[in-house]
């Protein structure tokens, strides 16, 4: 008997065995947020009702009410909530820099990224959006099927400490969610953002932060090294560079939260200690804004 179908089983559970946890762990996590229905709150297509307003001369007869005129002297039509889907591509930082924790057993900037952005996507996608991964990896579609693929997609690590936006694959008027720390070259981020405001895609900014990287508990005697190891720094005074630091990250802050800004989109940082549904929230509720 042939060994083939025991080697395909086993390449197979190689090959799904990243995903699984932090598939069920999105779902948990959109599953603690209560969002409501979705909705556009405004006429257009669809099938929800939204309100009853008096018929204007412009309408058909077969649009007419009757049965909600019957109660009043005017004629009535139903207007419907509008219910087109739109497509949101996610990009999440998937560079060595994210798979650092401060604490014992923490969680890495990498997990809470990710698993916010699953899901987030998991909540659009309930909602009837298409949702995929910008640079061409993953056009925007809906299902299980495509939940499953970015979430294998999103388990990837990649070896360099800082990682970019690919900004291909964009549609017109589409949406966009970057989740990163934003710790690399800001310009590359500026690049993408131009790229997608020129197409006229609104979004959000979540940066990932460790509680250390916002507080800079150093002193003395200390070695910083990048994830990837090809980054060293060795300092007898860490304590003299706090001032520095934070002022720097204060900056970076600020350039990330003017750009966001100018492109119209929403920024946000958020820390692994804290709530992870509460970054949920806003990151749901900032796209929604602009859908």
Known sequence: ?????????????????????LLAEAEHLASSVLVGDH?????????TFWQYRPAQNHDEMRSIDWR????????????KEWQIAQSILLWVDQGASMSFT??????????????????????????????????????????????????????EDHDSDFAAP?????????????????????????????KAADADVRGALVQILDPAEEAFPFDGRTIFESMSGTLRHETLKAGDLRTRYLDRLAE????????????????????????????????????????
């Open 39 to 47: 909705g556009r709150r405004r006429a257009g297509l669809g099938d």
């Open 102 to 155: 401060s604490l014992k057993d923490g969680t890495t900037k990498a997990t809470r990224a990710r698993t916010l952005a699953l899901a987030t996507a998991i909540l659009l996608l309930r909602g009837g959006e298409r949702v995929g991964l910008t640079g061409n990896l993953l056009p925007p579609r809906r299902g299980e099927t495509q939940l499953a693929r970015m979430a294998q997609m999103l388990s």
């Open 166 to 194: 690919d900004a291909r694959g964009m549609l017109p008027h589409s949406r966009a969610l970057f989740v990163s720390d934003f710790m690399g070259d800001l310009t590359q981020i500026e690049a993408a953002m131009a």
């Open 1 to 21: 008997m042939s060994d083939a179908p025991l080697t395909l089983r086993s390449g197979a559970e190689a090959l799904a065995a990243p995903f699984p946890p």
């Open 68 to 79: 909600r005129s019957a109660r009043s002297d005017a004629q009535f039509v139903q207007d």
């Open 252 to 291: 970076r802050k600020d350039r990330l939260a003017s750009l966001a800004r100018i492109c119209g989109w929403q920024f946000h940082t958020h820390h692994t200690d804290a709530s992870a549904a509460s970054a949920l929230l806003w990151t749901y509720t900032a796209l929604e804004r602009r859908i």
